[in-house]
């Protein structure tokens, strides 16, 4: 679970900066406290441990973001740093773990979905809608014409030959789970992931 | 890996072979650093290319690339001749004393049972008694016993037939075998550390097999500081192994073959027998496994009387093999309509890149999820982005394959559990919403399969029971949380809706359901068991048992029972991860039952033999693993020149499977990645970009010499699949190898660029062979043959 009492800390110390900024109002020049050293950035961010995406070492991470909670702000992660706790990393991170912030953030993520119609020499932006529609048809009309109920010796196989599936390895047990589920109810052999490459 | 990363600080000789985990596992690596800190342990690194893990080791010792079957045999001889075997281990924990069909041999680099391209296996079984168990010799002595027959086998690897293949002198072999071998102590452990310089080969199992061997050998096997212990490259491809690919369902059941038309009939084919009294044989279990996993997938449309949906799981034609280089094949022929793509990019990661751009483009469609736009989404641009690299590629108005490319939620935006390499799933939580129109995959392929069950249940269409029935019963079916997955692949008794504790609360009766039974007890009644986060270490070997969850069972050290004798003696006192007080195993989870006695059964528990195998008679190119040449080499076989390459090895026939020869490609290349890039993704983030901008040809200095290359020439290196062109780095760290009497140079390829992202250059796989391994169908990505041309 995402900790909670890094939320508290955060109204606790809210309240008492509150307070005693009241009370500094009064007593210190208005430039002295402009030239006091800003609190760091990760001070009152939200924590949520995580797991490095690359190798297999199992770095676990913390993922700091601010904004979060308040129902009109989209959390932001401001930075990404080693997690002490974890018996395999004690809080380090290698050259490519210690930059995840800009993975997670890189200007070149994609946030919409892309088409390239057949023949076509550019990309369209297409909805999601459009996009379900239109592979739930290719894939269906695939599985219809390529799925083999029998062989040729008239034994149940139940298998679509025309259709390949690859991937897994850079997501969750889950996701793999549910994309085994996805393959079987097609009833997709050509499955491969990374471990054979 | 059979025991983890933090039990490598408990080793006395670590052996890094096949792997850089200095540069490419850097935090993995404090382990071993620990390891020579805290016990003065010896760090052997044998690599064709001096790494920074060579740098640190106490020997490094260059081979050629392709060679560590000879080295490893090399080992296995020396151990066998010194008598630097761990000789009580060998006799109680492995199948030395096991006999071997009459007529089993070996000659002119074949088996016995070859013929016409193929192996008849039959000489290649155990002797069974008329109650079908092996027949043993524990004395070792008799001719057709596994230690007899092993010891002929390797008799032929002396230490200058060794040095003559590998490239290294005898001395240098001599040395790491005096330090490998200091492991055959009782009291001593070493590990074996490797990736993908071993499961890069037409031989890769074969490797593993044979650095198997030599663990077992030394009583390496379930003693923490041992094992065999593969790093693996991504974050998660442990936990995509252990959910299945072509070849098996989740947990490792086997997909079923088109003559196993039911239930009982497959059970019957996969439920392995005892292969001895004293075995308990726990995939015995089979039918619990199975049943359970079928009441997973279709729920209530599994019953007893419909063999739990088993018709509905799609069979294997007998023969016939799905693997990524015949279904690329496949694509390449015309036979594919669509491929699904979720977070995959084989234009990059597949060998032979030009057969890959061209399989893909005849497909009608394509679905790639992704991150960021991949030379795999966008491969129909090839002409347009990389005309020079990819002068075979069509243009794009040429290209009738429709692409759909989805924007994925990353690691920080969804929660759900890694596996790294020690086998532990270790969850995380979501951080953040992915950003814009980004989905998380969940969603994605939820809309997408209810979509397609929502066409069949409107239109009907061909075989629509596999569509309809598999159980999808979540919540908020279009947008399952993966907890509630999670829950369902831990397993639920069914009478009670309770979650297991674990797969031995598994039944076949259809009372319980399990998604993957080798991770059931990851989330009980307890709670989240892969959330945990507590640092107790009560064995005092790092073994933090609180922390995260291992499969299978929270064990973290895979045949700890091995670590004692067959009276339950620790081999070394001071450091056993499970003892036996009288009545109970106590430390780590037993690989072994909890409360069974030390001379109750056999201490391998997994296999029907109750003892480790030297002998593997399932691999289809021999029971032991036998030194062939990649499927492109500069040399004939020192061995048998008349059985050059791996037998069996798998290659294809499209016009664009070109093998080259030594007269035209006289250079051995290999291909490795750098600390600061990960794979083909971080050439998308600005500080890798930044740290490794360029790629580059790593040329060893005597061949820069006679070429006139310095640093910075700009070289063309081809392959019969292609060239490309980069500027050269010249190099000590690539040694000159003398091979059956002559030079042999290799030439480094670090693989991180292609034709999208923040820079730029030639994708490696452009020069790589479709030479495949035949038992798991991995790519020959080191070892094959290039030329070299100075054109700068």
């Known amino acids: 679970m995402p900790k909670e009492s890094s939320r508290r800390e955060f109204i606790k110390r809210s309240t008492k900066g509150a307070a005693v900024g009241g009370v500094a109002a009064a007593t210190v020049p208005a430039a002295a406290a402009e030239s006091a050293p800003k609190p760091l950035k990760t001070a009152h961010t939200h924590q949520s441990t995580s797991i490095c995406p690359y190798c297999a070492v199992g770095c676990s991470v913390v993922v700091h973001t601010l904004g979060d909670k308040a129902r009109n702000v989209k959390p932001a992660i401001v930075h990404i740093e080693g997690d002490p706790d974890s018996p395999i990393n004690r809080g380090t991170l290698c050259p490519k773990g210690a930059s995840l912030e800009e993975f997670v953030q890189s200007d070149r993520r994609l946030t919409t979905v892309q088409y390239r119609a057949p023949g076509s020499r550019e990309w369209t932006r297409i909805t999601w809608a459009e996009a379900m529609t239109k592979m739930a048809r290719r894939i269906k009309d695939s599985r219809d014409n390529g799925f083999e109920a029998t062989d040729a010796q008239g034994r149940t196989v139940n298998r679509l030959g025309n259709v390949a599936m690859i991937g897994g390895c850079t997501d969750t047990n889950e996701i793999n789970y549910l994309l085994s589920k996805f393959r079987f109810g097609l009833g997709l052999l050509s499955y491969e992931n990374q471990s054979r490459l | ?792």
Not at chain 2, 183 to 205: C, I, N, P, Q, R
Not at chain 2, 222 to 237: C, D, L, T
């Open chain 2, 1 to 792: 890996m059979t025991n983890g990363w933090t039990d490598v600080s408990n080793a006395d000789v670590v052996l890094v072979m096949g792997g850089n985990p200095a540069e490419n596992h850097p935090v993995g690596f404090r382990f071993v650093m620990e390891a020579k800190r805290l016990r003065k342990a010896k760090i052997v690194c044998i690599d064709p290319r001096f790494t920074r893990t060579a740098a640190v080791s106490d020997l490094y010792v260059p081979i050629r690339s392709g060679t560590d079957i000879a080295f490893l045999g090399g080992l296995i001889h020396y151990a066998l001749t010194e008598n630097k075997y761990q000789r009580k281990y060998v006799e109680q924990h492995t199948n030395a004393s096991f006999l071997i069909a009459e007529g089993f041999g070996f000659s002119e680099g074949h088996f016995s049972g070859w013929k016409d391209g193929k192996y008849d296996k039959a000489t290649w079984q155990y002797e069974l008694d008329g109650q079908g168990y092996a027949k043993v010799d524990p004395t070792l002595e008799h001719p057709r016993c596994v230690f007899q027959l092993m010891k002929t086998h390797y008799s032929r690897y002396t230490p200058d037939v060794v040095a003559n293949i590998c490239g290294c002198t005898a001395e240098e072999f001599l040395k790491a075998a005096a330090m490998i071998t200091i492991a055959a102590a009782e009291d001593k452990s070493g590990t074996v550390l490797y990736a993908l310089g071993w499961t890069h080969h037409s031989f890769a199992v074969q490797l593993i097999h044979a650095a198997a061997m030599v663990q077992l050998l030394m009583g390496n096997i379930g003693m923490p500081g041992g094992g065999v212990n593969a790093q693996r490259g991504h974050a998660n491809i442990q936990g995509s192994t252990d959910m299945g690919s072509w070849n098996n369902l989740p947990g490792y059941l086997k997909i079923p073959r088109a003559n196993q038309g039911t239930l009982a009939e497959y059970l019957k084919s996969n439920t392995p027998k005892a292969l001895r009294p004293n075995s308990l044989n726990y995939w015995g279990n089979t039918p619990k496994f199975m049943t359970s996993l079928l009441k997973a997938y279709y729920g209530p449309h599994a019953t007893a009387a419909n063999g739990y949906g088993y018709e509905w799981i799609p069979k294997v034609a007998e023969g016939a093999d799905h693997s990524w280089g015949t279904f690329f094949d496949e694509m390449h022929a015309g036979k594919m309509d669509g491929l699904i793509s979720f977070g995959m990019n084989p234009v990059a990661n597949g060998p032979n890149t030009p057969k890959m751009i061209r399989a893909l483009s005849k497909l009608k469609w394509l679905i790639v999820a992704e991150n960021f736009e991949t030379e795999t989404a966008a491969f129909w641009r090839a002409k347009e982005l990389a005309d020079k690299e990819y002068p075979q590629s069509l243009k794009a108005e040429d290209i009738q394959t429709e692409v759909f490319l989805l924007p994925a939620a990353c690691f920080a935006e969804k929660d759900g559990a890694f596996v790294n390499s020690s086998r532990w799933l270790q969850w995380k939580e979501a951080a953040v919403d992915p950003p814009g129109d980004a989905r998380r995959d969940q969603e994605i392929i939820a809309d997408l399969f209810l979509a397609v069950r929502a066409l069949y249940e409107k239109e009907g269409g061909k075989s629509p029971e596999p569509v309809l029935n598999m159980q999808w019963n979540y919540a908020k079916p279009h947008v399952p949380t993966l907890r509630e997955v999670a829950r369902e692949v831990n397993g639920v008794d069914l009478e009670t809706g309770k979650q297991l504790n674990g797969f031995g609360e598994l039944k076949d009766d259809g009372s319980t359901s399990c998604g993957n039974w080798v991770y059931s007890g990851s989330w009980t009644e307890l709670g989240n068991q892969m959330a945990r986060r507590g640092q107790v270490d009560p064995t005092g070997l790092g073994l933090y048992p609180e922390w995260a969850w291992s499969w299978p069972a929270n064990r973290r050290i895979l045949y700890n029972r091995a670590s004692a004798d067959d009276q339950g003696k620790p081999w070394d006192g001071t450091r056993a991860p499970i003892r036996w007080n009288g009545k109970r195993w106590g430390g780590d989870t037993p690989d072994y039952k909890a409360d069974a006695s030390p001379d109750s059964m056999a201490a391998f528990i997994m296999l029907p033999e109750g003892v480790a195998r030297l002998f593997a008679p399932d691999l289809v190119e021999g029971p032991f693993p036998e030194h062939y040449e990649p499927a492109e080499s500069p040399v004939d076989n020192a061995l048998h020149p008349n059985a050059n390459a791996n037998p069996m090895l798998k290659t294809y026939k499209s016009d664009m499977d070109a093998f080259g020869t030594a007269k035209d490609f006289p250079f051995v290349a290999i291909t490795y990645r750098l600390t600061e890039h990960f794979h083909y993704w971080t050439k998308h983030t600005s500080s890798s970009s930044e740290l490794q901008s360029n790629f580059f040809v790593e040329v060893p200095e005597e061949l820069a010499t006679e070429k006139g290359i310095v640093s910075g020439t700009k070289v063309r290196v081809s392959s019969a699949r292609g060239d490309l062109e980069g500027p050269a780095l010249v190099t000590k760290r690539l040694r000159t190898l003398k091979v059956s009497g002559r030079k042999v140079y290799q030439i480094g390829l670090p693989i991180h660029w292609g034709f999208v992202g923040k820079v730029h250059g030639p994708l490696i796989n452009k020069l790589t062979p479709s030479a495949y391994d035949p038992n798991c169908g991995t790519p020959e990505y080191k070892g094959f043959l290039v030329n070299l041309e100075k054109i700068g």
